[in-house]
Every structure is written in C-alpha cells, then in structure tokens.
C-alpha cells in the first residue's frame, strides 16, 4: 500500500487539477441548484424578530422551519412557477456520483500511486457505487437531524419567549449539528474499508466505528474544527464581498463564494476520510506482516 499524504490539506493542493474535472459539474450544478439559506440564516432572522418584537411565531412548520434548513431545495423559480426540487434532485445524484468517483480516484492513487483521471465508467464498475450508498444514507441522516431540530424550535416557541427562546433554539442547534457531525464521521471511514478491503458495508460500517473510536479525539476533532473554520470564512467572505462589491453585480461574488465552498468539501471529504483510513489501518498490516514473514 503506498504510503498517504501526510496532510490533506497538502495533499488536495498537490493533486488539484487531477480531482478538478471529477468534481467540476457537481460544483456548478449546487452552485446554480442549492439552497444558500441554512440554519445560520434562521438564527440570524430570529435574533431579528426577537429584537424587534420581543419573541418569535412560526405559523407552518414546512415553510417557515423546514424548508429553510433542510438540504433539500423546496424553493419555486419565480419566472416559471417551477419547484426546484427536480433540479435540486438532479443535483443530488450527480453530487453522489462526482463523491463516488472522487473517492475511487483518490483511494487509487494514494493506495497504488495510479492516476486515472478519465476512466470513470470502470471506476464505477469497481466499486464507486458504495460511496453513493453511504451518502445518500447521510442525507437521509441530515435530514432526520434538521426535522429534530425545526420540531425543537417550533415547540421552544410556544413554550418561552424573547432571548431565552432564541438562545435555546441556539444550543438545539448546535447540539443538533454536533450530533451530526459525530455521527457522519463514526460512518466515514466505511466507504474506503470497502474501497481498499472489500468488506461489504455492515462489516466496513463497524470496522469504521471501531477505528473513529479508537482516534475519536483527533478524527473528529480535526473534522469539525475544519467544519467551524470553513463555515465561518464562508460568512466573513460573503460579508467581505456584500462591503466591497463595487461595480461587480453583489449575486456574481455570492456565486463564487459558494462555488469554492463546495469545491472545498467535495475535495476534503473523500481525502480526509481515505489518507485517514490507510494511516490508521497501515500499523495492523505492518504487524501482520511481521507475524507471517519473520
């Protein structure tokens, strides 16, 4: 097995223009498809209303909870009166797909040092389809989590009132979205054991548990640092862009914005999960090595 990256971050830098065109459409398409509201938004729009109005109301649980942090996009087009969803869809699938090959690609090269940046379909036939398993598993799981949470804040504000209101719905949230992140990174390392081992995915699923258990501190740890740190540029440059905008339409700047966004995860999530994978397991196989041979 050859030996990972010893950073990722240096390792996406290295082999950008070879992951490029593998995550290129799926890029454009959450760019152009997804929502650019999420549960940050919400909060934000309820420390308004509660400053304004001492407390905040929600009429429909759908439209006024839901639909703004689900992933899922439930917004109309306002010229055509057509719901996004079945371009958020499309969307989906060619996002699970770009991660399924991104995944190939990278375990391929970090595991044999082979570089085959256009032979998709036979990615595909080896095996790419578990990471489009796994993710889609994890969007089902996002969305049980922001159900959890809007049914959470819909209750909180009937119940309290004013600042008190807000900042339970803010602990929700971040318990909620702390869950999450647990729970998706206890699941990652299930697709390159299949990938790299074969194992089929209930036996990769808790070999992945084991192994996050046994580095829980530094793989979760390093995952949601990365994840606090990428949401908060996210922000101060969309602040950045709305304050020196110039003669540069302000929706062009966002676009960008959220297209390196995405670009960034759709990059770091397959290569922390498979350098992280090989890293942990390559101890075990030097020592089952020495057993056999020696």
């Known amino acids: ?23 290129a459409l799926p890029v454009v398409l959450l760019t152009v498809f997804q929502r650019e509201t999420g549960a940050f938004d919400l909060l934000a729009e309820m420390a308004k209303t509660t400053a304004q109005t001492g407390s905040v109301k929600f009429s429909d649980f759908f439209s006024d909870l839901y ?33 399924s090959l991104t995944v190939a690609h990278i375990e391929r090269h970090m595991r044999l040092g082979v570089k085959e940046p256009f032979k998709w379909m036979s990615m595909m036939k080896s095996g790419a389809y578990n990471a489009f398993f796994y993710s889609l598993i994890m969007l089902v799981f996002y969305e049980l989590c922001m159900v959890a949470l809007s049914s959470f804040i819909l209750l909180n504000s009937r119940i309290m009132n004013g600042w008190w209101a807000f900042g339970m ?46 580095h829980f501190k530094r793989f979760v740890g390093v995952f949601a640092l990365t994840a606090c740190l990428s949401g908060l540029a996210l922000q101060l440059l969309k602040l950045v862009m709305m304050l020196l905008s110039g003669n540069i339409p302000i929706h062009i700047l ?21 350098r992280n994978y090989i890293d942990y397991t390559e101890a075990s196989r030097k020592d089952l090595k020495t057993l056999i041979f020696d």
């Open 67 to 99: 639909a703004k942090v689900s992933i899922i996009n439930f917004d109309r087009f306002a010229d055509w009166n057509v719901s996004k969803v079945w371009f958020w869809l499309v969307t989906a699938i060619v996002v699970m797909l770009g991660f």
């Open 169 to 214: 719905s803010v602990l929700a949230t971040v318990v909620i979205y702390a869950v999450f992140i647990v729970g998706f990174c206890f699941l990652l390392l299930t697709v390159p054991s299949m990938f790299c081992d074969g194992y089929r995915f209930g036996f990769a699923a808790s070999y992945s548990i084991h192994l996050v258990a046994q």
């Open 1 to 23: 097995m050859k030996k990972p990256s010893d950073n990722t971050f240096a390792y996406i830098a290295r082999n950008f223009f070879f992951l490029l065109p593998i995550v």
């Open 254 to 274: 966002l676009y960008a914005i959220r297209a390196l966004n995405y670009l960034w995860w759709l990059l770091f999530v397959p290569t922390y999960a498979i």
